[in-house]
């Protein structure tokens, strides 16, 4: 056996023992696909610890689920309200339109379980309707059995949906009709690989598999692990039209382009482990999911990749065939003459996209963040549009009451007296009690999940602590406002963190300090441009009310990290080409040859990261347009036209304290070597663009 046979079979066998091992670890526990993820405030927050300290109350696992009825502008009839009675006892709302009945279930069984039970009460309200009453089951058993089918399939959708974008793009660069297949067949089994050591390590670490942070992984393994082929493609290309041996321009191509993929994939992995500092659970997980995906996709790039390349021979590209000898296409192409461009204008070039980034930052101009509970599907479900009718009718009717929990044995009345005087709160009483630990119940007179709840939740604590400093105010509205404001410590905390990685990593692969400040400026003004554009889409187009609150984190973190894999692209070919031509020629090169491939890399991963819409969460389709427009704009004007003009400008300068580019100036044997460097012949090939 050779090498080469021996490092397939090699990966073959630990690509199926991963994918036993993950699969014996979904059977023997892990969580189902739509099972609750990791959500929800820090464990430090006031309302996680309210929650814990009220495990001390006798609980009989009692929820609630609201049944509303109602006639679309019109008052409910005796036989309407008949109807309602058949479940309880119905409260109608001063208009009459609208009549609440309250349904006490028992919601401390598994996820099947609660499904059954508000599944059963659903199907007892539909029984005997009077013909137009509209009926609706909503309250927090629902909104989790709903929240959790949403994701029912989401997944494999999603991974179908990806697989066919990255195969029609790939199809669409390539020309080929068998080319694709080999880089299409890697990363798939990347991703499923990915899966299954997920499944693995949920087992492991005893932690639920998030469906959103598996979602995002799957699309950062097929967008990251298709950029990294593309590149190494195109590099291998290049080198079939100087070698006649396959297997010694894979190695030269790898020498070339392998750098420059382990970097960008450092790179990346290194910024998602930034979310580790983050003290929100999500944000940790999806984190730690995605790096491992990236790291599983460098993996098959560099390992897996070009040994099917080999094994398949020339013959793979057909029907454009790279002979030895052959000229190579982008030297002389379109990007070649782009590049011309802007390095004979860099002034005007730099100034007029300037322009067009702040004139798109600017959509971020009266920007806000939180979506209510109501707000957060893309999806229909019956317990968003049933809190909505009730909200209407009711005001506050469809929050969940803020639980205050006082210890040590206090009298409870400061505390019920301190939260009826605070503006939003409704009713306020005592609750259970036990072991010198009292609940008292006070109930909201807002939207669930809106800013104007946060807000009450912020006022409550404030009185209630000045009475009794001890009481820890709780429930599920202080879970959002205790989100939001994690949040908020997040973006503060990690984005620092993220510049500062990948600028250290910039210096370190480059040896100097001025390029990598200019690229991450620019990678940071583009993800200002794109978050800004996407603003303005989602509130003046799409009638979304605001963002995400975890939105500009994530797409901070995307944008940052896969900004910087084509800069490294870019920059990297240009290090390499400098000594011999001189930074503006090494600069007109280096667009030259990878401006295609990073064009084709940044729309395929646009294309896969909106995807993302296919999720039913609003936040995912958020996030997948904010790093859809990031990228594309990256791609085609900040990495193929602002960072040459920037170059173009400073000359030598860029590559300070390095003296790499001493001889610039002057050197007439690095002009004419630049000359003899890009005179090719203009014979017309499709590339692996």
Same mark, same amino acid.
């Given at each position: 056996?050779?090498?080469?046979?021996?490092r397939?079979?090699?990966?073959?066998?630990?690509?199926a023992a991963?994918?036993?091992?993950?699969?014996v670890?979904?059977?023997?526990?892990s969580?189902?696909?739509g099972?609750?993820?990791?959500?929800?405030?820090?464990?430090t &927050?006031?309302?996680?610890r309210a929650?814990?300290?009220?495990?001390?109350?006798?609980?009989? !696992?009692r929820?609630t689920?609201l049944?509303?009825?109602?006639?679309?502008?019109?008052?409910l009839?005796?036989?309407?309200?008949?109807?309602a009675a058949a479940?309880?006892?119905?409260v109608?709302?001063?208009?009459?339109?609208?009549a609440l009945?309250?349904?006490?279930?028992?919601?401390d069984?598994?996820r099947?379980e609660?499904?059954?039970?508000?599944?059963? #009460?659903?199907?007892?309200a539909?029984?005997?309707l009077?013909a137009?009453?509209?009926?609706?089951v909503?309250?927090?058993p629902?909104?989790?059995v709903d929240?959790?089918?949403?994701?029912?399939?989401?997944?494999?959708r999603?991974?179908?949906?990806t697989?066919?974008?990255?195969?029609l793009?790939l199809?669409?660069?390539?020309?080929s009709?068998?080319?694709?297949?080999?880089?299409?067949?890697?990363?798939?089994?990347?991703?499923?690989?990915?899966?299954?050591?997920?499944?693995?390590?949920?087992?492991?670490t005893?932690?639920?598999v998030?469906?959103?942070?598996?979602?995002?992984?799957?699309?950062?393994v097929?967008?990251a692990?298709?950029d990294?082929?593309l590149?190494?493609?195109?590099r291998?290309?290049e080198?079939?039209?100087?070698?006649?041996?396959?297997?010694?321009?894979m190695r030269?191509?790898?020498?070339?382009?392998?750098?420059?993929?382990?970097?960008s994939? /450092?790179?990346v992995?290194?910024?998602?482990?930034?979310?580790?500092?983050?003290?929100?659970?999500?944000?940790?997980?999806i984190g730690?999911?995605a790096?491992?995906?990236v *790291?599983?996709?460098?993996?098959?790039?560099l390992?897996?990749?070009?040994?099917a390349?080999?094994?398949c021979g020339r013959?793979?590209?057909?029907?454009?065939?790279?002979?030895e000898?052959s000229?190579?296409?982008?030297?002389?192409?379109?990007w &070649?003459?782009?590049a011309?461009?802007?390095l004979?204008r860099?002034?005007?070039?730099?100034?007029?996209t300037?322009?067009?980034?702040?004139?798109?930052?600017?959509?971020?101009?009266?920007?806000t963040?939180?979506?209510?509970?109501?707000?957060?599907?893309? *999806?229909?479900?019956?317990s968003?549009d049933g809190?909505?009718?009730?909200?209407r009718?009711?005001p506050?009717?469809?929050?969940e009451?803020?639980?205050?929990?006082?210890?040590?044995?206090?009298?409870?009345a400061p505390?019920?007296?301190?939260?009826?005087?605070?503006e939003?709160?409704?009713?306020?009483?005592?609750?259970?009690?036990?072991?010198?630990?009292?609940?008292?119940l006070?109930?909201?007179e807002?939207?669930?999940?809106?800013?104007? !709840?946060?807000?009450?939740?912020?006022?409550?604590?404030?009185?209630?602590?000045?009475?009794?400093?001890?009481?820890?105010?709780?429930?599920?509205?202080?879970?959002?406002?205790d989100?939001?404001?994690?949040?908020?410590?997040?973006l503060?905390? *990690?984005?620092p963190?993220?510049?500062?990685?990948?600028?250290?990593?910039? #210096?370190?692969?480059?040896?100097?300090?001025v390029?990598?400040?200019?690229?991450?400026?620019?990678?940071l003004a583009t993800?200002?441009?794109?978050?800004?554009?996407?603003?303005?889409?989602?509130?003046?187009?799409?009638?979304?009310?605001?963002?995400?609150? &975890?939105?500009?984190?994530?797409?901070?973190l995307?944008l940052?990290?896969l900004?910087?894999?084509?800069?490294?692209?870019l920059? /990297?070919?240009?290090?390499?080409e400098?000594p011999?031509?001189?930074?503006?020629e090494? /600069?007109r090169?280096?667009?030259?040859v990878?401006g295609?491939?990073?064009?084709?890399?940044?729309?395929?991963l646009?294309?896969?990261?909106?995807?993302?819409?296919?999720?039913?969460?609003?936040v995912?389709?958020?996030?997948?347009?904010?790093v859809?427009?990031?990228?594309?704009?990256d791609?085609?004007?900040?990495?193929?036209?602002?960072?040459?003009a920037?170059?173009?400008?400073l000359?030598?300068?860029?590559?300070?304290?390095?003296?790499l580019?001493?001889?610039?100036?002057?050197?007439?044997?690095?002009?004419?070597?630049?000359?003899?460097?890009l005179?090719? &012949? /203009?014979?017309?090939e499709?590339?692996?663009?």
């Amino acid at each position: 056996m050779n090498v080469l046979t021996g490092r397939i079979t090699a990966w073959l066998v630990l690509l199926a023992a991963v994918l036993f091992a993950g699969t014996v670890s979904a059977v023997s526990g892990s969580a189902p696909e739509g099972s609750s993820g990791n959500g929800g405030p820090p464990a430090t &927050s006031e309302s996680v610890r309210a929650a814990e300290l009220a495990e001390r109350l006798p609980d009989d !696992g009692r929820g609630t689920l609201l049944v509303v009825y109602s006639r679309a502008g019109s008052t409910l009839t005796p036989a309407d309200l008949a109807a309602a009675a058949a479940l309880g006892t119905p409260v109608p709302s001063q208009d009459g339109e609208v009549a609440l009945v309250t349904v006490p279930v028992q919601a401390d069984g598994t996820r099947e379980e609660l499904a059954a039970v508000v599944g059963d #009460v659903r199907e007892r309200a539909r029984q005997d309707l009077p013909a137009g009453l509209v009926v609706e089951v909503t309250g927090g058993p629902a909104f989790g059995v709903d929240s959790a089918d949403a994701f029912t399939g989401a997944n494999t959708r999603l991974l179908l949906v990806t697989a066919g974008v990255v195969a029609l793009l790939l199809l669409v660069t390539y020309r080929s009709p068998v080319l694709w297949l080999v880089p299409l067949a890697v990363v798939g089994l990347a991703d499923q690989v990915t899966v299954r050591l997920l499944e693995l390590i949920g087992r492991l670490t005893d932690t639920p598999v998030d469906p959103s942070a598996t979602g995002i992984t799957s699309v950062l393994v097929f967008g990251a692990g298709t950029d990294y082929a593309l590149l190494l493609i195109a590099r291998y290309r290049e080198e079939l039209r100087r070698d006649p041996d396959r297997r010694s321009a894979m190695r030269t191509a790898l020498r070339g382009a392998g750098p420059a993929i382990l970097a960008s994939a /450092t790179t990346v992995v290194l910024a998602l482990l930034t979310l580790q500092a983050a003290v929100l659970p999500s944000s940790r997980t999806i984190g730690r999911d995605a790096a491992i995906g990236v *790291v599983v996709a460098l993996l098959f790039g560099l390992l897996v990749l070009p040994s099917a390349l080999v094994v398949c021979g020339r013959k793979l590209f057909w029907p454009f065939v790279p002979a030895e000898g052959s000229a190579e296409p982008t030297r002389t192409g379109t990007w &070649s003459r782009i590049a011309g461009a802007v390095l004979a204008r860099p002034v005007r070039v730099v100034a007029g996209t300037l322009v067009l980034l702040a004139a798109m930052a600017a959509g971020l101009g009266g920007a806000t963040l939180g979506l209510s509970q109501t707000e957060q599907f893309r *999806v229909a479900a019956e317990s968003a549009d049933g809190a909505e009718t009730l909200a209407r009718a009711f005001p506050g009717a469809a929050a969940e009451p803020a639980r205050i929990l006082v210890p040590g044995g206090a009298d409870p009345a400061p505390v019920v007296a301190a939260a009826q005087g605070v503006e939003g709160i409704g009713a306020v009483r005592p609750g259970r009690t036990a072991d010198g630990l009292t609940e008292v119940l006070a109930t909201f007179e807002t939207e669930p999940g809106s800013a104007a !709840g946060r807000e009450v939740v912020e006022r409550l604590r404030e009185a209630v602590h000045e009475v009794a400093p001890d009481a820890l105010v709780g429930g599920t509205e202080a879970e959002s406002l205790d989100s939001r404001t994690a949040t908020v410590r997040d973006l503060l905390v *990690v984005t620092p963190l993220v510049v500062l990685v990948v600028l250290v990593v910039l #210096v370190v692969l480059l040896r100097s300090v001025v390029a990598p400040l200019l690229l991450v400026a620019t990678v940071l003004a583009t993800y200002l441009a794109a978050l800004g554009a996407a603003n303005l889409i989602f509130t003046q187009l799409a009638g979304m009310p605001a963002l995400d609150n &975890s939105v500009p984190l994530l797409s901070l973190l995307f944008l940052v990290a896969l900004g910087v894999d084509y800069n490294i692209f870019l920059v /990297t070919r240009i290090r390499e080409e400098t000594p011999a031509l001189g930074t503006r020629e090494a /600069t007109r090169l280096g667009v030259a040859v990878t401006g295609g491939v990073i064009t084709s890399a940044g729309i395929l991963l646009a294309a896969v990261f909106a995807v993302l819409g296919v999720l039913p969460l609003i936040v995912l389709t958020q996030i997948g347009v904010v790093v859809g427009i990031g990228v594309l704009l990256d791609t085609l004007v900040v990495r193929t036209v602002l960072v040459p003009a920037l170059f173009a400008l400073l000359g030598r300068r860029v590559w300070w304290p390095s003296r790499l580019d001493a001889g610039d100036a002057g050197d007439g044997a690095g002009r004419h070597r630049a000359q003899t460097r890009l005179t090719a &012949s /203009t014979s017309e090939e499709p590339s692996a663009r």
